[in-house]
DNA sequence: CTGAAAGCGCTTACAG
DNA sequence: CTGAAAGCGCTTACAG
């Protein structure tokens, strides 16, 4: 079934046709109702291809989300514990406002050709970045593109260096910086002297800052900055039990909290700890960031800093479709608040 | 950059680039190469759409995640820890496939328009649909659409009696049946004879071969069917925790262990009993089903069936391939094991 | 081996 | 208000 079939049954032409489907306003009520009678009945619909090649848009956004340093085999993208929602709210959002999404993956730098064609193939109106790395090579890449590109969690001071802040992107952030330094003062404030740090991955924005506000509250707080507490971590749960566990096995004293760059890996740490009979929160204290489901389905209910995902996802969301519908190219940022959900994890040094 | 431009700039024609592009055998090696250089210096992607409109496939398939009965506003459905890992199988798998994947989530039935439109529109080969509910009219209208289609956990019983078994239809799915009754027959060898359930969604056909996996086991062993342990869930956790905690408040006798549909409302049952002081799993053993993440997350950790989700959405994303290659419609179902995986959630009755 | 031409199914000036 | 026509960017018989 196509236009023109329609348009034989209607006793009309392509063209009424198309203006029907298009809400033209100078269609008649008489030929409109006509035309969609006979659309309705054989549930037509026109083929999306010839639409979009004739000059409409595709209504399809793309979604791409980039974990390269991901081991093989191991957790993959959505059960990442901080992709799955993002993949969640950003669908969702999407879908109500009528568009499609298109998903890939991206583990290696190889990958990237298709992000890249998904664009060039015009398969997209536009699209957003989830999860991307410090690099900002891909990023000048993708820009160069020249088409509707939402970054979430990259660096801005970087992108704004780089002259990259006037083409059709946006980048929405959370303000990690300020949720890390929350939950790190609530320790302090808890009594705490001694804090660790499980990192994420460092060539990551949010792995970074969340570090970096480690390291300035603790020394504004005069605090002292132990190398041995600073466990490098990648965000992912696997490295960071073996960090916790290697730290246990050198006998060393121990911090009394750990700051842990996510709750995957707080989680884990927990896990490492209890098995060596230290218990949390009595002995030692653990704060997370993320907030994922889990986080409060263990035992203890492990204090954490929340994101704002569907939020972030959401104005992701809306940022794409808007630069797609807009002519002037512009740049824009938005940051989320991040704030600290306290919960059972965490409580004052024993003495 | 058009086929054209690249043709003048080749010095071939529009035919002769399609030709190298679409790897015809009658090129040589020459004019290829030659061709070849020019559609790399300009990074030259043909578009997809006007490929489509002219006869070539979308290499893009549709995945859709049914989720009618899910509440407003609770968990969404990528969070929600049954599809999550089901949408990262079929992106991977697919995406190493070359192919892309169009996602939409499907809450209302209103929302199934925008996945026939997806079919109707020819925005994709073919579709994957996970978490159909029983409803074989919805299934007949997608089957009656006549692309390929995979279906993910449906009954195939329903599907041969409505004779809908001869089109470009698949069905993927796990031996729920036989991995519940496996479930339980274990809760038997361990000396638990008063054994309750906590049910899934009645209209998936996952639901209701879970339950009748309980009800026929029990019956075989000739075992008591006690009303007051059959639990209504529907998959959420929290309607099994309201109603763990209401079947304790009625005061009345309990079973010694539970069987619960799925991870979820099994580790919410964990937490009712233990805000009430019934220890998991020295006075009530719980054995779920799925292996979610976070059954080998929380303590005690949970004795669940493991569902091979990564093989089903495999041969599902290859179904889908295959029967959008193949010209003859076909049918064909796929069934996967699934088996017990003791952990610690479950332990012989308190004498 | 290769080009000219038709066709895929739409949309949108253009002309009336 | 509405139809004929051009055009979107490809592919693929067809003819040579």
Do not use: W
Not at 231 to 253: C, I, M, N, R
Request: aromatic fraction near 8%.
């Amino acid at each position: 079934m196509r236009s023109e079939d329609i348009a034989k049954l209607a006793g009309v032409s392509r063209s009424t046709v198309s203006r029907v489907i298009n809400n033209y306003s100078n269609v008649p009520e008489e030929t409109r109702a006509k035309v969609l009678k006979v659309i309705e009945q054989h549930q037509y619909e026109p083929n999306s291809f010839a639409r979009a090649l004739a000059g409409k848009k595709t209504d399809t956004i793309g979604l791409f989300a980039i974990s390269m340093n991901e081991k093989e085999n191991t957790t993959r993208i959505y059960q990442n514990n901080y992709f799955a929602p993002f993949v969640d709210a950003v669908v969702d959002t999407a879908n109500a406002r009528g568009c499609y999404v298109l998903i890939h993956t991206v583990y290696s730098p190889d990958d990237f050709l298709k992000v890249k064609q998904a664009f060039l193939q015009k398969r997209i109106d536009g699209g957003i970045i989830v999860g991307t790395q410090k690099d900002i090579d891909i990023v000048r890449e993708m820009v160069g593109l020249d088409s509707p590109l939402v970054l979430i969690d990259y660096d801005i001071s970087e992108i704004m260096s780089e002259h990259l802040d006037r083409n059709h992107l946006a980048v929405v952030n959370s303000k990690d910086y300020e949720g890390a330094t929350e939950a790190i003062e609530y320790l302090i404030g808890l009594g705490h002297a001694e804090i660790g740090i499980i990192c994420g991955r460092m060539n990551t924005y949010s792995g970074r800052e969340r570090y970096m506000a480690y390291e300035d509250t603790l020394k504004r707080h005069g605090l002292p900055l132990n190398e041995n507490f600073i466990l490098q971590g990648d965000f992912l749960k696997e490295t960071a039990y073996d960090e916790v566990k290697k730290l246990l096995a050198s006998g060393g004293p121990l911090p009394t909290a750990f700051f842990s760059s996510n709750d995957d890996m707080a989680i884990s740490a927990m896990e490492a700890f209890s098995e060596q009979n230290i218990a949390v929160p009595e002995e030692m204290s653990i704060a997370g960031f993320d907030d994922i489901q889990m986080a409060s389905r263990i035992q203890p209910k492990l204090t954490t800093v929340r994101l704002p995902i569907y939020e972030m996802s959401k104005a992701a969301v809306e940022k794409v479709i808007e630069l797609c519908d807009s002519q002037q190219p512009t740049f824009s940022t938005i940051s989320f608040p991040a704030r600290l959900i306290a919960r059972d994890s965490c409580q004052p040094p024993k003495q």
